[in-house]
């Protein structure tokens, strides 16, 4: 099986070393938890938005959709042109950017504002973390890259602990523009650790856009990409709307979201080290257990929300079978994308911000319809079942393509 790692290490400079390569991947998961923060913040402070924009509950849905669409529109772009960039001048550039766009967020006096700063600030997303790892399985010593790029996507499960639960306490206490004024500043020590810590890298000389095109003439990459993006939108379909719902429905006052958010970010971090283990026994069986696993738990979401605290143990288990989901996927697709490593690893990106936008707006249409809060968890049902359906078609599709090869 080819992994993520081996898959993404660049093959057309020699490794640069960093002086000191803890602080070098540390500024490189900064990058990943400020993209971490500002991404799911939205989620724990979707009221204080809506009252701040003037708009309803699930029309402030749509500013989690566009945040996913533009890393769906920004991650093959930016992949696609800055294949050739210096490395290191492409991640202070994407960072830089990250600052802004937060900034605009954060200034925005209108609804539109906001969709489209928000739209904007999705842009880097994608190609920031598939450059980031190309430089960090640069750094590393041999064997040791796995680790390494590991340490750079921690910062992503880190930012769900500790990052989205203290920016959502901020913006319930200081306003909720303060959760991005606040990933605004982490995006520029970003860069300021980056430039510090990071050593040059050369892009990837023998890019080309054909070579990177090829990969979608592949259809176990496009049965990839659909598992990610209707799968994983059962997640986002409830995370999206987890504040009024343990508020609402579960009958918690607002301290508690926070609480959820956190423990969210938990079932981030175990989902990834197991996603680990299982992806070493089966990819695919991995993508099935963590399709089929989510279902339930969403089942489970759905029949306990009135139950308030109760909730807690079912949001550990949507996110960490989530991760499971994510991981096998990414490995998956470095698998089946052959040569177009580059945007084969930010297309991942996208495929997950569309189910980020396809579950909040289903979410929102059936919250908009008079179904309540715990609707959205049905939706997610739905999204799971068929995700685990796609992975089935890929399966079956890959047994019969090795028959045929064995037997021609």
């Given at each position: ?13 020699p ?5 000191h390569?803890r602080?070098a991947?540390?500024a490189?998961?900064?990058g ?5 923060t ?13 009252g ?5 509950i699930?029309?402030?849905g749509?500013?989690?959709s ?5 890393v769906?529109v ?10 050739k ?7 202070v550039?994407?960072?830089a ?8 967020s ?16 999705g ?14 399985a640069?750094?590393?010593?041999p064997g040791?890259?796995?680790?390494a790029v590991a340490?750079v996507?921690l910062?992503?499960?880190v ?40 050593p ?6 023998e890019a080309?856009g ?6 979608f ?9 659909l ?19 343990v ?9 508690a979201?926070?609480?959820f958010?956190?423990?969210f ?13 299982l ?13 089929a ?5 969403l089942v ?13 143990p079912?949001?550990?288990?949507i996110?960490a ?7 096998n996927?990414?490995?998956?697709l ?7 490593q580059t ?12 189910a ?9 249409l ?14 997610g049902i739905?999204l ?15 047994r019969?393509d ?7």
């Open positions: 099986m080819t992994t993520a790692t081996s898959s993404t290490v660049p093959t057309e400079a490794p640069a070393r960093a002086a390569l602080l991947v540390l490189l998961a900064m990943g938890f400020a993209i971490g500002t991404e799911f913040v939205t989620m724990g402070l979707i009221r204080e938005i809506a701040g924009v003037d708009v309803s699930p029309s402030a749509h500013v989690i566009a945040y996913a669409v533009g769906v920004g991650a093959p772009l930016l992949a696609f042109v800055g294949a960039w210096p490395r290191r001048g492409l991640l550039g994407l960072m950017t990250y600052a802004v766009f937060n900034a605009l954060a200034m925005a006096t209108s609804f539109s504002w906001l969709l489209f700063a928000r739209f904007l600030d842009l880097p997303h994608g190609a920031y973390f598939g450059v980031a790892s190309l430089v960090a640069n750094m590393a010593a040791r890259k796995g680790r340490a996507m910062g992503l499960s930012a769900n602990v500790v990052g989205v639960p203290a920016a959502t306490w901020l913006g319930q206490n200081l306003g909720w523009r303060s959760a991005y004024w606040t990933v605004a500043v982490l995006a520029l020590v970003t860069v300021a650790m980056i430039l510090a810590f990071v040059s890298v050369p892009g990837d000389a080309t054909r070579r990177e095109l090829a990969a003439s592949k259809p176990q990459v496009w049965l990839t990409l598992a990610g993006a209707v799968g994983f939108g059962g997640m986002f379909a409830v995370f999206s709307y987890v504040a009024p719902t508020t609402e429905v579960g009958g918690l006052g607002d301290g979201v926070p609480v958010l956190f423990v970010g938990l079932g981030m971090v175990a989902g990834t080290w197991v996603a680990g283990e992806a070493d026994w089966s990819v695919f069986r991995a993508l099935v257990l963590g399709s696993g989510m279902g339930v738990a489970a979401w759905w029949l306990l929300a009135p139950t308030g605290w109760g909730l807690l079912i949001a550990f288990a996110t079978l989530g991760s499971v989901l994510v991981v996927l990414q490995l998956r470095m698998d089946v994308a052959g040569e177009a945007l084969g690893a930010a297309m991942n990106h996208a495929s997950l911000n569309v980020n936008a396809l579950g909040a707006w289903l979410g929102g059936v919250i908009a319809a008079g179904y309540g809060y715990r609707a959205p968890a049905l939706v739905a799971s079942v068929g995700g685990l359906l796609v992975i089935l078609v890929a399966a079956r599709l890959q019969r090795h028959s045929s090869a064995s037997t021609s």
